[in-house]
Nanobody, 122 residues
Framework: QVQLVESGGGLVKYGGSLRLSCAASGRIFSIHARGWYRQAPGKQRELVAA???????NYADSVRGRFTISRDTAENTFYLQMDSLKPEDTAVYYC????????????????WGQGTQVTVSS
């Protein structure tokens, strides 16, 4: 079974840091675009950061300079380092990736992680 499994969420104080991890497991040929999204209560899910297959990154204006997306291609894992956290960063964070698997007939398919709660206290 192919899945994305997140870890690293939790409760942190204003100005603190957290590192989220997203591990892709199962039979995977390759990973294309990867990203982190978040959804706060009563709000729509929004893109936080993304990284392309060739390493280009993109960030939401609200997190640029504070968050860093990275990947470990050898381990099929990618990360979101979150520094200088603010209460407005409180949300459920989801990882997302386009995976090429034996089940997709050679085309990338989009997968979501289960979500991890990040809470920043003031």
């Amino acid at each position: 079974q192919v899945q994305l499994v997140e870890s690293g969420g939790g409760l942190v104080k204003y100005g603190g840091s957290l590192r989220l991890s997203c591990a892709a497991s199962g039979r995977i040929f390759s990973i294309h675009a990867r990203g982190w999204y978040r959804q706060a209560p009563g709000k729509q899910r929004e893109l936080v950061a993304a990284i392309t297959r060739d390493g280009r990154t993109n960030y939401a204006d609200s997190v640029r300079g504070r968050f860093t997306i990275s990947r470990d291609t050898a381990e099929n894992t990618f990360y979101l380092q979150m520094d200088s956290l603010k209460p407005e960063d409180t949300a459920v964070y989801y990882c997302n990736a386009d995976l090429v698997t034996p089940y997709g007939l050679g085309s990338p398919e989009n997968y979501w992680g289960q979500g991890t709660q990040v809470t920043v206290s003031s």
